[in-house]
DNA sequence: CATAAAAGTTGTCCTATGTCAACGTTTTAT
DNA sequence: ATAAAACGTTGACATAGGACAACTTTTATG
């Protein structure tokens, strides 16, 4: 139940079976159905989530209706709207799953006391908003000045498990382009 | 000299004058002309700058040897090239300042020292990149599906400072748009 | 397994915005 | 103070890609 997990903590930190023991202990496990809401528009954040198996979706409704994604998390990856998780204000935004899922939760609280009581926590914290930062900004650069092309080029490169596991309509929506300019493009390779 | 940075502080966490004290021993003071560049493509960012007055800019080169502006950084905000300052990698971006500026400058070495043995100034960090990463994320967001006149409202609620203190030039490589449409967008309002 | 619903593809057409160029204005350097 | 360069504005034109619709294929559901 935990091994992914653990194996992610191990990963990143020396760290005593005991205290990893801890941190789990804090983490409880859900089964999502596809297609699950974890996290309504104007709702507040109160979970983080670790993804044990399936996939965790971020999206929002443009004025016209029409569904937003703005990010993937993947098995092995942490997940939760996280402008509202940090200053607790109603999400701009939606948590869902696309698929069946495996998901380990943890609450608000419970994330930071361990972040303000285990070094080596507070640690993966500190990497998981460094990494996020960086993605967030390469995803910003790099779409800068790119056509529908480039786009889908970037997305092979950088993030080819969204065109395996992720319909067309979501990858086209999170990059920014329709889907019917995605499939034209994924046409001429 | 080091008032707006200490101010900075005190208003992110209780401290004592001595904690602050030794945190500021750690900055020195760099006068920068206009247009200076800081960091170059391809180098190793080594610093962090705390904008004492002035101001910084991040951009890159595009391959049609276009500059596209990334990020700008005024009075009492920290700024680098964070992706290389994290990972140690050769950055692919510039710093610049873009007005005569004051900068005090911190190191590499002195940022991660401070970050390890003063709690407050690790909250400063977190804090830092929590506001960076929503930051950024507001921005890829806010920008789905919007069109030039939507971003150039967007700008004007968010950062006003921009359209004030910043070439259209570079506003609008930040908001990925030609200076051209910039300027038809901003006489309809 | 059958039917319905959703997603993908492809055509036609249209619009927002990029490119380029000319010109005037502001800024910078000497 | 003056020349030179960079910037801003505006017009004419070209084009990537969006919208919509018809049709096909895939996926979900009883």
Redesign the pocket.
């Known amino acids: 139940m935990y091994e992914v997990l653990e194996n992610f903590i191990k990963n990143k930190s020396e760290i005593k079976p005991k205290t990893l023991q801890e941190i789990c202990s804090f983490f409880s496990l859900i089964h999502a159905e ?2 699950e809401i974890l996290l309504n528009y104007d709702e507040v954040s109160k979970h983080y989530y670790f993804i044990n198996k399936g996939c965790i979706r971020l999206f929002t409704n443009s004025k ?1 209706g ?1 569904e937003n994604s703005r990010y993937f998390a993947f098995e092995g990856n942490f997940a939760t709207a996280l402008p509202s998780f940090i200053d607790q204000q109603p999400a701009k935004e939606y948590l869902q799953t696309i ?1 069946k899922s495996e998901l380990l939760c943890i609450s608000r609280t419970g994330f930071y006391h361990l972040v303000d009581t285990i070094p080596q926590f507070s640690k993966i914290y500190t990497e998981i908003l460094e990494l996020g930062f960086i993605m967030a900004q390469k995803r910003i650069y790099g779409f800068q ?7 889908v080029r970037w997305i092979i490169k950088y993030q080819p498990k969204l065109l395996l596991n ?7 929506s999170y990059l ?12 001429k390779l």
Do not use: C, H, Q, Y
Not at 145 to 151: I, N
Not at 166 to 172: D, I, L, P, Y
């Open positions: 596809r297609g016209e029409i698929e000045g790119f056509d529908a092309l480039d786009k992720v319909s067309n309509k979501m990858v086209a920014g382009i329709s889907p019917s300019t995605l499939s034209r493009v994924k046409s």
